[in-house]
């Protein structure tokens, strides 16, 4: 046990702090999952499904970041997959373009192996530029020239989304230790899948609560000007509260991110509402018990990465 | 031995492929049979049909899970028949021997009897992706000498996405499996003639047709 106790004290404190607290959120989700279904029957029942993948959720990333970069890498590189095939699943495509999906699948692994070797210009130019004209010229080559532009234009999508803007995520654990001395790169990337999942949760409750006026009912009609609005406020401040813990970014710089991050997120999520309402499916999979596909899971972060990203690029990070 | 041996590969390699590496949504799962005899039938557009059936089943099932195989098919080559029988555990089916006046099934009634899961495609062939044949009356002869057996039908889409007939390039996609209520040829009202055996052959086609309005919408062509 000696051993643990150590290993545990070598976390950084607001890495601790922020486990330890997420932890007490599974815990009280999980009670309130069997004590709620017993006092209104019917109404509570995706509260257990839903907690059971939260702590299975939780757990592989906690895992992942405590083990390291390497480890990090391999996990998103699997929900970068899970992600693209899920929406390959359900977009349009032809029976000619199985060979540049397969590519597509493949180009995951070399976009994450330009994380791996720690190459940002690799990675830069990996999915936007070189996977964008090869998977262009390929599906030329199919010679069916029906339906070709509309195809392309759906594959590339889905490699930025699910590939390129997700892969931020991982290349933030990169970032060297001496430049995020607070709680060290994986502090960085708890924050953001914290604060992204945390800005959903806030606009899903301030919406229940003081819902009124729909945004815009023909895409997603549980979004309201008061969820939206109450949501991002309450995100800000937990950003602005908190970042002196998480990230290297001072005063000024945190209420900016802290005013922008949860609007991306909200426009993550209409955005893949819109792509489900187009395609007819309420959910993208049933992958996950309670919360459908990886996608619906994902759509917020899909924004928030690279925006966080590059904000800490922009106002505290030497390395990007 | 070679049970267990069966029943690793396919805990350990066949599952983690079909849910991890393919993708696998699985629809109404509460109506798989647990115990034999019982026929599951499904459509057939790909070899990981099968992989994907297997799958569904649990582990302590999954010994008693027998697939039948075209014998013509699986048997042609010796590492092929090994795999088939010793992997995926397949009964063979001669058909090119019909109307020889052999019992084509005689096997398949020998393991149904011994209280064995028959994994049956009665299209009896992958045919074109994405599309349903004709059925074979195989199931309906089946049924008919095990009157009580449970037949369950499911649908499976996208595999033929995955596989396709002809092709040896396997690309991931999702696919979905709809399990629907099982049938039986003693609910059926049979009274042994042979035309019964073609209106259980329609019946269960159509079932399965239903099944594949549950299944998200798939646009592919």
Redesign the interface.
């Given at each position: 046990m000696n051993w643990l106790m150590n290993y545990l004290a070598g976390i950084p404190a607001p890495l601790q702090i922020g486990f330890g607290g997420l932890f007490a959120l599974l815990v009280i989700g999980s009670i309130l999952a069997v004590v709620l279904p017993k006092f209104k029957p019917g109404k509570w029942d995706d509260l257990k499904p839903r907690m059971q993948s939260w702590w299975v959720m939780c757990g592989l990333l906690i895992g992942a970041l405590l083990l390291g970069w390497q480890a990090f890498t391999i996990l998103f590189m699997y929900i970068s997959y899970i992600a693209l095939k899920e929406y390959l699943t359900l977009a349009p495509t032809r029976k000619e373009d199985r060979g540049v999906v397969l590519f597509a699948y493949l180009m995951v692994l070399v976009s994450y192996g330009a994380i791996w070797i720690d190459n940002y210009m690799f990675f830069l130019v990996t999915i936007p530029v070189y996977v964008f004209l090869a998977s262009a010229v390929m599906m030329a080559l199919t010679k069916r020239t029906d339906g070709y532009l509309a195809t392309i234009g759906i594959l590339q999508w889905g490699l930025i989304v699910c590939v390129f803007n997700l892969g931020h995520v991982a290349f933030l654990m990169r970032t060297p230790e001496a430049e995020v001395p607070m709680a060290g790169a994986a502090g960085l990337v708890f924050f953001l899948i914290f604060v992204t999942q945390f800005n959903d949760m806030a606009q899903y409750m301030w919406g229940k609560i003081f819902g009124r006026h729909k945004i815009s009912p023909n895409i997603s009609p549980n979004k309201t000007w008061e969820g939206a609005i109450g949501g991002f406020a309450t995100t800000g401040v937990l950003f602005v509260v908190l970042a002196p813990y998480f990230t290297p970014l001072t005063f000024w710089p945190s209420v900016w991110i802290g005013a922008t991050l949860p609007v991306l997120g909200f426009f993550g999520d209409i955005t893949m509402s819109a792509i489900k309402r187009d395609l007819g499916v309420k959910d993208t999979s049933r992958l996950i018990p309670g919360h459908g596909g990886a996608l619906d899971r994902l759509d917020s972060l899909m924004f928030t990465a690279p925006w966080y990203f590059h904000m800490l690029a922009y106002f505290a990070l030497d390395r990007f | 031995m070679k049970k267990y041996f069966r029943q690793a590969i396919q805990i350990f390699i066949a599952r983690p492929v079909a849910h991890l590496l393919i993708?696998l949504?699985?629809?109404g799962k509460e109506h798989l049979p647990t115990e034999g005899p019982a026929i599951v039938a499904a459509n057939h557009n790909s070899h990981i049909d099968t992989l994907i059936l297997l799958s569904l089943f649990s582990s302590r099932v999954l010994p008693d899970v027998r697939p039948v195989g075209a014998a013509d098919h699986f048997l042609r080559t010796r590492t092929l028949s090994w795999v088939s029988r010793y992997i995926i555990g397949m009964i063979p089916i001669h058909r090119k021997n019909s109307g020889s006046g052999e019992d084509l099934l005689a096997d398949c009634k020998t393991a149904m009897a011994d209280g064995k899961i028959l994994v049956i495609f009665p299209e009896g062939t992958r045919g074109e992706?994405e599309e349903m044949e004709d059925f074979k009356t195989g199931v309906a002869r089946l049924a008919a000498e095990f009157p009580d057996a449970p037949v369950t039908p499911v649908y499976i889409q996208?595999a033929g996405?995955v596989m396709?007939r002809g092709?040896k390039?396997l690309?991931?996609?999702?696919c979905t499996a709809v399990i629907g209520k099982p049938i039986r040829w003693s609910d059926e009202g049979a009274d042994g003639q042979g035309s019964e055996k073609y209106k259980f052959m329609k019946n269960l086609k159509t079932t399965i047709k239903e099944l594949s309005q549950d299944a998200?919408?798939?646009?592919?062509?």
């Open positions: - | 993708g949504d699985v629809i992706a996208g996405r396709p092709s390039l690309v991931p996609f999702n998200p919408p798939m646009q592919w062509d």
